[in-house]
Each structure stands twice: as C-alpha cells, then as structure tokens.
C-alpha cells in the first residue's frame, strides 16, 4: 500500500486522467499517447521546474498529505471520574468547583525570564512568502490579542523592496519589518511576544543587530529549519528587476536572471517567475554556543532555536547544545508540515513525522535528565490544528512541552475573516457566512466582547485578527473541556499518564501504554480486593 498518490495532486494542480494508477508512480495504468493531461509528468514536459512547487504562490498554502503509519489520532485520552489536578490554591474540589471554565490554559516558555502564553498553541514563522506579508496584519494584531507569541519568519528584511545597507551590507533601515514589529505592539499586553528568525542571510544582513537597536526586541530565534523542507527557505517573484535586486543582495536567484538566454526566455514569456533561495546552513557545537553568545552580547534577553525534521543526530544536538546553551525555547518541527512555498516532492518524502520526532525528543530529553541536565521548554509543531492533539502533543512530551507551534491553522482564520471584510464591503457575502448574519456584529460571535475590551479601538482591529481571536477562545474552551475530562484544571499538571496507545505500534513507538495495558494492575487491584 502506498502511503501517497504520487504524480498528482491538487496543490500543484495536476491530476491523473485514469481513475487507476500504479501505486508506486502514480502514473496512468493505462498512459496513452495523445493525453490532453495532466498529472505531473505531464505538466513537467513544458513547464519544467514549475511543477515542483505548489501554487500559484501568494495565493495559498499548502500542506503534505502522505499518510504516515502512525500520528496522533492512534491516540486516546484518559478520563477519569474522580480528581481534580491543578486547582487554585485553596480551592477545595467538588462538583461545584471542579467547572471546566476554571480550568486554567495558559502556559509559559523561557530558561530565567518567562513569557506566559494565554493557550499553549502560538503562530509558526511567517518569513518572506507572499501569503505573510499580505496578510501580516491580521495575523499580528489577532496573536496581540489572543495572547500568543507571533513568529517573524526569515528574510523579511532582505525581500524588503525599500531595503536599505550600509557600506558594510548591513541593514540600515527596513520599512517592512518595522511594519510587523509595530503591527504586534499595538496590541500587545503581558501575553505573548514578537520574535524574529535568523538564517544565514539574515545573520550576514545583520537583522539581528537591527532589530535589536531600533525596535529593542528582547527574543531573537536561530533557524536550523522546518519540517517542510531541508533546504533553505524560497518564494518565487515575477520581475526581472526584482530578480535582479535579490541576485545583488547576495541570494540565490533560478534561473540566473544575469544569463542572457534566461532574459530572453522571460522576454518571451516562457519564464514567467524567479525562485529566491536560502543558503543551507552548517551547525556545529562551538559556532552554536558562539552565536548564542553573540546575540546575547547584542542585547536579547531571550534567544530560541527552530529546528526541522532532521535526523536523529541533529534532533540530539538541537537538545544538547540548546541545555549547553541555556536557550529559552526549542522548538521542533516534524514531517510533512505545511507551507507558502516548498518543494512538493520534499514535503511528502522526508524528514521524522511529527509523532516519531516527538517521541524521540522525549526519550532524549530523559537521557539528560538522568544525568541532571536541565534541558529547554519545548514546542512540538508538524500538522496541529485542533485542540485534542494539542492536548495530546503536550501531554505526550510531558514536562518537557510547553506548547505547540501551529502554521496553517492559524493563518486560516485571518484569511478568512479578512476575505469576510472583502466581502462585507463589497456586499457579495456568500451563503456560507450571510446565514449567520449581514453586519459585521451579527457574524462574529466575538465581536462584542474585543469592542469591551478595547473601547473605542475596535476600528483598529482588522476582522482577520477578530477571526483568530475568535478561533483561540474556541480552542481554548475545547481545550478546557479536555482537560477538565481528564481531571487536570492546570496545563502544568497534564501528563503521559493521561494518554492511552490504540495500536501497539504506537505504545511501540511513543512509550505511552496499550489501551488493553493502561492502568491495568490499578484496575486488577481492584477487582480483587
């Protein structure tokens, strides 16, 4: 059985014209000559390295959907009829006490100085892809008011079309990430914070430096990478001019937009886009530690690591060097995840799957432990987009995650209340939003509620940010609901325990107890006694 439908696929907007393929090509059982299309060989014919990439760029994102033979759902969760974990000090537990409204969802990451998120769920980096900027807006005001941290992705300074170096090359003034940094603030309270990543231009166009200097930032995030791919970060631009200005700013730009031939190919409209590429970085211990170091001497008070679905080596340096490093938060990205723009046959094809990456974690961070090493707060991300797995993410990492990082299902909410603004605007509201109203107030269930909270701002705040504000308290009460079912009222007090294996490959796996062995000998006590 094939785990993916390779050769096509809507992301990169192929398909097969037989409803039978081999499962190992996804090509056409039966390939005849003359096919009008269009699967992936098809399309790559005359269109070539196009097909690579999902599309069309800013415009979507895209997650791999290979299907992995263990994740998250071949877990249940524990619930208990009796107990209350975690109740505020002094309360005493009864069924009049014991609500799941009370049940407390925040959490915090940090090694000295903590950040204290209102839910554990926070924004994966939202760098330099078209989708990001676009909609930067509603995603920073709606994590500013939902109490999340909002990452800052890579190379938003060096896209930054009014970028400006010094004689050195380094960053002097960025209008672009000066907008989303000041988009966050505005909104910002004692929840959550802006962070901004590092990668290997970023560290030569010194946005760290920036960043720290003008806008006083106090976290900065190290790349090592993502679960959606293990090269360095693209997105794809349609001029020429702007090829050209990203080639001159020391990126990588394909097709080489100096070479004569690839002018006149895009003269003649067959190139019709540029790919801009990241540099692969090189980690070692020493120059590890050296940087960490270095970005605390700049200023950060905070300094955290993003790592991707590497190997089993780079999992346990990330783990390692992060404890040596005293890193404030490590957060580990597992295969497929989702993406503005990767390679298609790389999202579905590598890297350890969230499930497996996550398991490894733990029994790594308890071979420290074992030997009295403190290791960092943890984030597990790869594939979230509800409540129960988040519940079981953290459970599973139990104590070591504190949160989970989450890209597409937060981007979700922004989009669609933003395109719900469109719509209000222009009047053509679909069916699927105008049942529930035609107002601005009818729509969104929030609404009254932000405009108590901020008197007299409720203008400020775009309808993408009221839409993931909205999506956070529906996660948070879901959440609750959780836990308050599995007795734990405090996120702190949610363990491994509180988790059951469905299938023995996943007690295999994870180490969490087969449902017909969870709790057994308990259970055998009493029975006789």
Not at 96 to 117: H, L
Not at 133 to 154: D, M
Not at 205 to 215: I, P, Q, W
């Amino acid at each position: 059985m094939n785990l993916r439908r390779p050769n096509a696929n809507d992301a990169t907007g192929t398909t097969n014209r037989s409803r039978d393929v081999v499962p190992m090509s996804g090509i056409c059982s039966r390939c005849v000559d003359g096919c009008k299309g269009s699967c992936e060989i098809w399309l790559s014919s005359f269109r070539g390295r196009e097909v690579l990439y999902p599309g069309p760029f800013g415009e979507i994102t895209a997650g791999a959907d290979k299907d992995y033979p263990i994740d998250y759902s071949h877990l249940n969760i524990q619930g208990y009829a009796r107990g209350a974990k975690g109740m505020a000090e002094g309360v005493e537990a009864n069924p009049d006490t014991a609500v799941f409204q009370d049940v407390d969802t925040r959490t915090e990451y940090g090694w000295e100085i903590k950040v204290p998120m209102r839910v554990p769920i926070f924004t994966g980096a939202l760098g330099s892809t078209e989708i990001a900027r676009a909609n930067w807006e509603h995603f920073a005001i709606g994590a500013a008011i939902s109490g999340i941290t909002l990452v800052c992705g890579e190379n938003v300074c060096g896209v930054d079309p009014e970028l400006v170096l010094d004689h050195n090359g380094k960053v002097t003034r960025s209008p672009e990430m000066d907008r989303r940094i000041e988009s966050y603030r505005k909104f910002k309270d004692s929840y959550g914070e802006l962070l901004v990543q590092l990668n290997v231009e970023d560290t030569r166009l010194g946005t760290a430096e920036y960043v720290a200097s003008k806008h006083n930032l106090e976290t900065i995030e190290l790349k090592w990478g993502q679960g959606a791919k293990c090269i360095g970060g693209e997105i794809k631009v349609g001029s020429l001019d702007r090829a050209n200005q990203l080639k001159d700013r020391g990126y990588i730009v394909l097709p080489d937009p100096g070479v004569h031939e690839v002018q006149a190919a895009f003269q003649d409209g067959a190139i019709k886009e540029f790919e801009r590429h990241s540099r692969l970085g090189f980690v070692t211990r020493e120059e590890f530690l050296e940087e960490v170091d270095r970005l605390r001497d700049i200023g950060f008070k905070r300094v955290t690591l993003k790592t991707g679905a590497y190997s089993a080596v780079e999992l346990a340096m990330a783990i390692r060097y992060g404890a040596e490093a005293k890193i404030d938060l490590l957060t580990i990205d597992g295969a497929p995840g989702g993406t503005g723009m990767s390679p298609w046959p790389m999202m579905n094809e590598w890297g350890i799957p969230t499930f497996y990456i996550e398991s490894l974690a733990y029994q790594f961070a308890e071979r420290l432990r074992e030997r009295s090493i403190r290791v960092p707060d943890i984030a597990i991300a790869g594939g979230f987009a509800d409540e129960a797995n988040v519940f079981k993410g953290i459970a599973m990492g139990s104590p070591y995650v504190k949160a989970v990082c989450m890209g597409r299902a937060l981007m979700i909410p922004g989009m669609v209340g933003k395109n719900i603004e469109k719509w209000l605007e222009t009047g053509e509201i679909p069916r699927t939003v105008s049942k529930y109203g035609s107002t601005v107030e009818e729509i969104f269930v929030c609404y009254e509620e932000l405009k108590e909270r901020y008197p007299g701002r409720i203008g400020e705040i775009p309808l993408g940010a009221i839409g993931i504000y909205t999506y956070a308290q529906k996660f948070r009460t879901g959440l609750q609901q959780i836990m308050a079912g599995s007795r734990n009222f405090s996120l702190k007090t949610v363990g491994r325990n509180d988790l059951m294996a469905l299938t023995e490959e996943a007690e295999a796996v994870s180490g969490i107890p087969y449902v017909m062995r969870a709790y057994r000998d308990a259970a055998e006590a009493i029975l006789d006694s």
